[in-house]
C-alpha cells in the first residue's frame, strides 16, 4: 500500500484526492437543517394558535358562511347546529332543496323548533360536511350558543306577538337558492369575553346588528 502523501519538496501530491466531508461542514449542514426545522415549528404553531384563538363570534359568522356556501354549492339544504359539550359548529345536509316546511305543519320554521317542554340537544347529523370548533381554555367551560328564529312582524309597528325567546331552533336551514329563515344567534362565552345577541341577515351573510356589537 502506498503511504506517501507528498512530494519530495513538502507539497500536497495532486495525485491523491481526498474524498468525504469533514468534521466542520458536517456540523454546518446539521445546524442549518435544526434552524429551519425550528422555524417552521414555530410558524405551525403560530398558525394554529391563530385559529385556535379566534373570539367565538367570527368563528360563528364562519360557519354561517360555509352553510351557505355548501347549501349553494351541494344544491342540498344545509344545516347549522352547534354541540354546546364539544364547542363545535356543525354543517351538514340532506333534505328536499327548500328551507319552507310543508303548508301542513303547525310552525313556519318547521322541524327545527325545540318544542315546550322538550329538552335541548344537539342536533349533529352523520354526514357532516364541516366543523369548527372554539377555542376553549383549559378547565373552562365552552361558550354556550342558541339559535332562534325571528317571528314576522305584525301590525302597523311591524312588532311581533310572538317572542323569539319561544322560537328556539335546534339547527339552522340554509337553502340553496341563498336565503334562511330569519334568525339570530345568542351567545355567552364568559364574564370577560363576548355575551351578545348577533341578527344575521336572512338573505346574506351580514349582521345586521353589527353597530351595537361594536359598543
Same mark, same amino acid.
Given at each position: 500500500?502506498?503511504?506517501?502523501?507528498?512530494?519530495?519538496? &513538502?507539497? =500536497?501530491?495532486?495525485?491523491?484526492?481526498?474524498?468525504?466531508?469533514?468534521?466542520?461542514?458536517?456540523?454546518?449542514?446539521?445546524?442549518? =437543517? *435544526?434552524?429551519?426545522?425550528?422555524?417552521?415549528?414555530?410558524? !405551525?404553531?403560530?398558525? +394554529?394558535?391563530?385559529? $385556535?384563538?379566534?373570539?367565538?363570534?367570527?368563528? *360563528? *359568522? +364562519?360557519?354561517?358562511?360555509?352553510?351557505?356556501?355548501?347549501?349553494?354549492?351541494?344544491?342540498?339544504?344545509?344545516?347549522?347546529?352547534?354541540?354546546?359539550?364539544?364547542?363545535?359548529?356543525?354543517?351538514? @345536509?340532506?333534505?328536499?332543496?327548500?328551507?319552507?316546511?310543508? %303548508?301542513?305543519?303547525?310552525?313556519?320554521?318547521?322541524?327545527?323548533?325545540?318544542? $315546550?317542554?322538550?329538552?335541548?340537544?344537539?342536533?349533529?347529523?352523520?354526514?357532516?360536511?364541516?366543523?369548527?370548533?372554539?377555542? !376553549?381554555?383549559?378547565?373552562? #367551560? %365552552?361558550?354556550?350558543?342558541?339559535?332562534?328564529? =325571528?317571528?314576522?312582524? +305584525?301590525?302597523?309597528? &311591524?312588532? @311581533?306577538?310572538? #317572542?323569539?325567546? #319561544?322560537?328556539?331552533?335546534?339547527? !339552522?336551514?340554509?337553502?340553496?337558492?341563498?336565503?334562511?329563515?330569519?334568525?339570530?344567534?345568542?351567545?355567552?362565552?364568559?364574564?370577560? $369575553?363576548?355575551?351578545? +345577541?348577533?341578527?344575521?341577515?336572512?338573505?346574506?351573510?351580514?349582521? *345586521?346588528?353589527?353597530? $351595537?356589537?361594536?359598543?
Amino acid at each position: 500500500m502506498d503511504l506517501e502523501t507528498t512530494s519530495a519538496t &513538502g507539497a =500536497i501530491d495532486p495525485r491523491r484526492s481526498r474524498a468525504g466531508f469533514t468534521l466542520i461542514e458536517i456540523l454546518l449542514v446539521i445546524g442549518l =437543517i *435544526l434552524l429551519i426545522g425550528s422555524l417552521a415549528i414555530y410558524n !405551525v404553531a403560530n398558525l +394554529t394558535r391563530m385559529r $385556535d384563538d379566534r373570539p367565538v363570534e367570527e368563528v *360563528l *359568522l +364562519t360557519a354561517v358562511r360555509e352553510a351557505r356556501y355548501q347549501a349553494s354549492t351541494t344544491k342540498e339544504l344545509c344545516w347549522l347546529s352547534y354541540d354546546g359539550e364539544k364547542g363545535t359548529f356543525y354543517i351538514s @345536509s340532506g333534505g328536499p332543496a327548500t328551507a319552507l316546511p310543508e %303548508p301542513s305543519t303547525q310552525s313556519v320554521f318547521g322541524s327545527a323548533l325545540v318544542e $315546550d317542554g322538550e329538552e335541548e340537544e344537539s342536533s349533529v347529523s352523520a354526514s357532516a360536511l364541516e366543523s369548527f370548533q372554539v377555542y !376553549v381554555v383549559e378547565d373552562e #367551560d %365552552p361558550p354556550e350558543v342558541k339559535f332562534f328564529a =325571528i317571528p314576522p312582524g +305584525t301590525g302597523l309597528d &311591524g312588532e @311581533s306577538e310572538t #317572542d323569539p325567546e #319561544d322560537l328556539q331552533l335546534r339547527r !339552522v336551514p340554509f337553502d340553496p337558492a341563498g336565503f334562511t329563515v330569519p334568525f339570530q344567534v345568542k351567545v355567552d362565552a364568559g364574564a370577560d $369575553d363576548f355575551r351578545g +345577541t348577533v341578527i344575521f341577515d336572512p338573505f346574506s351573510n351580514h349582521i *345586521l346588528n353589527e353597530e $351595537d356589537l361594536k359598543k
